[in-house]
């Protein structure tokens, strides 16, 4: 995979249904969670807080992961993602998901209120 250098050159090199579905993703957390900074990390939108990554998004060909970088926020919220799949620190989201904008608001705030200060 190539290295990109902004987030367009990374949303033009999805097929469209990625690049609708990440763009649509992105766009809300953008909107809001405006205190987040959106940046491209790891080849892929991640937002932060300060120095601390808090969530991020990478496409897959089936779903679209949800970055958690933590295993705290799955864990905590084990019970509500039940009907996802999920690994450690990522949860698979279809590209047509409707938006949780409840669950999206839990897992970021956990993750601002558990990041390590730097």
């Not at 690049?19 to 405006?34: D, K, Q």
């Not at 938006?99 to 390590?116: G, N, R, T, W, Y």
Request: glycine share 2%; charged share 25%.
């Amino acid at each position: 995979m190539p290295k990109y250098s902004n987030l367009e050159e990374f949303y033009h090199s999805l097929p469209e249904d990625q690049e609708l579905a990440t763009r649509r993703f992105v766009e809300h957390i953008s909107t809001n969670f405006e205190n987040l900074e959106l940046v491209l990390a790891w080849n892929q939108p991640m937002f932060k807080s300060g120095k601390n990554y808090i969530v991020g998004f990478m496409p897959t060909k089936k779903h679209i992961n949800l970055l958690t970088i933590s295993d705290d926020a799955v864990t905590e919220f084990k019970a509500e993602l039940s009907s996802y799949r999920h690994g450690s620190r990522s949860i698979a989201l279809p590209f047509d998901w409707q938006i949780d904008a409840e669950l999206i608001k839990k897992i970021i705030e956990f993750q601002v209120s558990h990041s390590p200060s730097w």
